[in-house]
């Protein structure tokens, strides 16, 4: 495959085999050395053609909607893990039948539904939710331990113990962190939620763990891992979404137009910020794009503009090597983990096509988007018919 991905179609999100398998690699070193269980966060990534290979390496994945828990029983296969912010009553049912571990965001929710649980008993874990109430992450939004989360019951709530029935303890509070991080977190976590901590026969670290980037202290995880397992006795687990598949693949576009208005320099693409890649404006972050690095004070460099009209779906500015002509694709780095799981299809423009590039360098086309697929999120039969 050439680095300009002349052959695929545009717009494609294109995901890595090779990258993907060495990322895999990665985690199995961690449950081999840690003895904790790495899952899937179905959330962050959920290209299910590539499950049968994640599955191989990685025993199960963890849900928080229906149609999660669906993809996980008929794509995936494996444990299964729940843990959503809210259930409703007729899904409960659905859940109870497919999952190993399922835990409560509320003790409310937990008295709900704790008698058809405990008809369970032996086959469905319980476990609880809680919130440390300590902050690694600095963008409120993807914070969940931020003052007044409704996310994760907080130390005061559950008396310091383990609710009746309970068997599991689930924390979630980190977003691309490091293990430095997760080991300031567990203090304040030991120090909140000790005598439940003694209780629990398991103990969920949530996600967040960015174990795949370059750097990260997988050592020093897997001590913390070990220490813990060794201290109270628990089965740990992580629920990773974005080092799964950390680096592992592209979007690749194309530059349409290229304009110039009052001095700024705008290539016109046939992706969408907004559309296909909304954590760049929610985060918000520059996303690396291949070939091209920020300006220098004195330089302009180029704005990328998207393809919807939305006033703000731009980006940039960016200095290429070459300036790019109509036609140049453009391809934006480490685009697997949280964009195809969020695209949406505003604006009606194209969404981009799904493909594999597989470790022999050969391209497979999985999926193709038309306007049936825009048309069905818009409407039923018509009026009066
Ligand atoms: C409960 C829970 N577990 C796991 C994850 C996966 O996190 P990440 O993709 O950052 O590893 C998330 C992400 O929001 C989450 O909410």
Known sequence: ???????????????????????????????DESGAKVILALKGFALFNTFPLIRARLPGCTVSSPHELRLAREEFGGEIHACAPVYRDEEMDE?????????????????????????RVGRVSPGIRVNPEHSEVGTALYDPARPGSRLGVTADELDGRLPDGMEGLHFHTLCECGADALARTWTKVEERFGPALQQAKWLNLGGGHLITREGYDVDGLIDLIRDIRARYDVEVFLEPGAAVVWRTGVLVSSVLDRIERRGVRTLMLDVSFAAHMPDCLEMPYKPEVRGARDPAP?????????????????????????????????????????TVVKTTLFNGVPHP?????RADGTFELLRQFGYEDYRNRLGGNPLGS
């Open 298 to 338: 004195d330089e302009t460099g180029w704005r990328l503009g998207g393809t919807t009209c939305l006033a703000g779906d731009e980006l940039g500015a960016y200095v290429f090597e070459q300036d790019p002509d109509i036609g140049a694709r453009i391809v934006f780095e480490d685009m697997m983990h949280y």
């Open 353 to 357: 096509s799904l493909g594999l590039l």
């Open 95 to 119: 859940y109870l039948a497919s999952v190993s571990h399922i835990s409560f965001n509320s003790l409310s929710q937990w008295s709900r539904f704790k008698s058809r649980v405990n008809a």
């Open 1 to 31: 495959m050439n680095a300009d991905y002349a052959n695929v179609p545009s717009p494609c999100f294109v995901l890595e085999e090779a990258r993907l398998r060495e990322n895999l690699t990665l985690l199995g070193r961690v449950q």
